[in-house]
C-alpha cells in the first residue's frame, strides 16, 4: 500500500486553446484518440499504487464529472479511499497564473485532515505523462525529504514558454534554489525543468495552508521557494515524456508526436496503462474505400474516406471522397463526402458538410467548435 | 431478498468441442468473437438490456478464462444490489453431487439458487448465441397466452432446419410438435434455445426428468418433448431479428464474416442496447504508412502496417510490413511477422506468425476443397512455414 494520496489540479483554464478549453478546463479537454488530458496524472498515480485521490474542480465540472462518474474506470470505486471531488474556489479558472493554489487546498481542508498518510503527491492536471511514482515515493522517504519536486533534466519537447521553473540541486540532489526561467540571466545552469509534480508531508502542507490561507491566492510552489532555506528540498528526476498543453499549438503537436512509434511506447505501450471511460463502441469499420496512412483511430468509426497523419477519436463517420489530412478529429463528427481538412482541429459532435474545405497550417491550426455545423 | 420476477439461467459449461483450437484453452462461452467481443458478451448484454439482473451462468468446462472474463459481471452492469451474476460450478454435498450431466441437470442441481430468489419465471439462455434480444417482449407474450413454457423461435431455411430443433404450431402459436434435429423437417420454425418456463412447472419438469433413467436431462432432446407429452402451454415466441449458433468452426467463421455487411447489428452503434463488453483498456490503433486495410474491422491498440481485407482484426494485435490477411479472423493480441500471408483462416489468441509464412496456402492437388485453417491459441509458427488451407494446427498437449 502507498504511503501517499493524490491530488489533482483539474482547475487550470486557457485561453490560448481557441475554444476548446472554453466550457471546460483543460484537463477535460480531448487528447490522443479516446483520452482526456486529466487521464494521465490519473492513470499515472492509479498505477503507482495510490488509491485515494482528489481532484480539484474548476467552476464548469459537468465535463470533468461525466467524464469521472465514480471513477470506476480508474478503479477508484472503492470503500477505502477512492475518488474525492474538491470543488475549487471560484476564480481560478480563466487566466489564472498559479498552479497549485493554496486557496484551493483550503477549501477541501477535511479531504487533507481526515486521511492519515505521510504524504501528499500534487499533480498539474494539464500534462500528458505516464509516469510512475513508486521510486520517487522511495526517494522521498529515503531522504527524509519535506518536499520533493520532481524534474526533467532537459525539456523533452521545445516548447519554451511554459515550463518556468528550474531547478538548482546541490550534490545530495538537494534544491539550493528554485529559478525562474524567463528571468534567469545564468546561461550556465543545468537545465533541471520543474514539471509540476510534487511530493509533500501532509503535515507540512496543513501547516502551509493554515498560514498561508487566508492571504488570497497564494501558490504553493511559490510558498516553497520562499522558505527554501527552513525546508528539506530534494528533486527527483524523471526520464518519462512530459509534454504541458497550455496553448493551441501545444495541444496540435503534442497530438501529432503521437504519431511517433518512440513517443507510443513511451506513453502507451509500457506496462503502465493509461485508463479512460469506456463506452462499449464497435471496433472501426473500414469500407472498400478506405485509404488510411500514418494515423491513430479509436473505436467506433466507420471509415470510408482518406486518413493522412491524423488522429480520429470515437464515433467518427467519414464518408467517401473525404480527405483528412494532419488533422484532429474529435467524438461523434461527421464529415460528409468530398470535404477536406487539413490542419484542422474540429472539437466534438462538428458536422461539416459535403464539398467543404477547411484549412489551417503548421502554426496555425485551425479549430472549429463543439456541435458547429460548417 | 427481494423476490425476482424473472432469474435467468446461462448454460456456459459446454465444451464446444466443434471449434476445435479455439475452444482448447477456454470454454466456448469465452471465445473471442468480432474482435472485440466474447461470445457470452451477447447474452449477458440481453440481460442487462432486458432488466434482469439475477444471472445464473452454469460452468463446467474450462472454466478459469471464463470466470475471470465475467468476473462480478460489473462490465455489463450486472454488479447489482438486488441479484448480480452468480457463477455456479458442479459441486459436492453430503451425499449426492456430480459433473453437470446435460443442460437440465445442471439447472436441477442449482435449484437451491433458483429457489433462494423465488421467481415467478425462469428464463433459461445458452452462452454460446449470438443475437440481440428483447427477454421483456418474450415475457410479455409469456404472460398474454398463459403460457407454461414457452420457446424462442426463429425462421431458418429449410434445408438448414435438420440442425435445429424443429416445432409445428397451431394458429395460436401453441406448439402442437417438437423434434430435435429431424431428418425430414416438418417447418422450419427453430427453437433458439432460448424457453421461459413458469418457476414451478420448471421444478416440476426437472424433477420428473430426474426420475426418468431413460432421460439424458437435456431440455431440448427431453424436458421440452415430455412437457408437450403430458399436456402442458407450450407456446413458441417468434423472435424477428439476427441470431446465430456459433457452434462450429463454420458458423463461426461466417457470423464473423457477415459483421462486415453494412447494418449489421453490430456495426450500428445502439445507445439504447448497447452491447457490453469486459475490454481491456488500449490506445486507439495505429495505422501505418505502407498499411491497406478494406472492408475489415480493426480494434484498439493494433498496429497495423500491411494489407487487410475482408478480416477481423481483435484487439492488441500486431500486422508487420508485408504482411497479407484476406479473409480470416484475427483474434486478439496476434503478432503477424513480416512478409506473412494468412489467407480464409481463424489465428487464435496470442499466436505469433513469425516473418514469411503462408497460412492457408492452397493446396497443390485436389484444390476444389477449401477448408478454414485454425491456428490454435499461444501457437508460435516459426519462420517460412507453409499450412495447407483446412488445416487446424493445435500443441501437442502437455501431459
Redesign the interface.
Known sequence: MSNAIGIIFANSGSDNLQGLALDRPIAAVPF???YRILDFALSSMVNSGIRTIGLVTPHQYRPLLDHLGAG?DWFLERKDGGLFILPGVMHSLAGSKDTFCIKDLQNNLEFLQKDYVENVLISSGDQIYNMNFKDTLEFHRDKHADVTLIYKAENPFDDGSHNQILLELDGDQKVAKLHDKNSLEREDLAQLHFVNIILIRRELLLDIIEKYGSYGCNDLIEIISSNIEVLNIFGSPTNSLIGTIHTIKDYFDRSMDL?DLRV?EQL??GVD????K?V?????????????????????C?IAGE?INS???R?VILEQGCRIQNSIIMPKCHIHANAKTNYTILDKSVIVQRENVLKGSVNHPLVVLKKTVI | MKRQECVAMLLAGGQGSRLGGLTRNRAKPAVSFCGKYRIIDFTLSNCTNSSINTVGVLIQYKPFLLNSYIGLGSAWDLDNPFGGVHILPPFLGETEGSWYNGTANAVYQNYEFIDYYDPEYVIILSGDHVYKMDYTLMLKFHKEKKSEITLATIQVPLEEASRFGILTIDSDSRVTKFTEKPVHPESNLASMGVYIFNGTTLKQALIADKDDYLSQNDFGKNIIPHQLNIGKRVFAYKFEGYWRDVGTIESYYQANMESLKDGHFLNIFDPKFRIFSNEDIFPPHFVGSTAEIENSLICNGCTVHGKVSNSIIGPGVYVGEGVEIRDSIILPYVKLHKGSSVHRAIIGENAEIMSHCNIGAERKIGSAHEGITVIEDYHLITEGTVIEAGKHIYRSRAI
Open positions: 490522443g484518440g479516446r470506476k504519431l507510443r502507451w505501450l496503462r493509461t485508463h479512460t469506456i462499449d463502441n464497435p471496433p472501426t469499420k473500414y469500407t472498400l474505400q478506405a485509404k488510411v496512412s500514418n494515423s491513430l483511430i479509436a473505436s467506433g466507420s486518413v488522429i480520429v477519436f464515433g
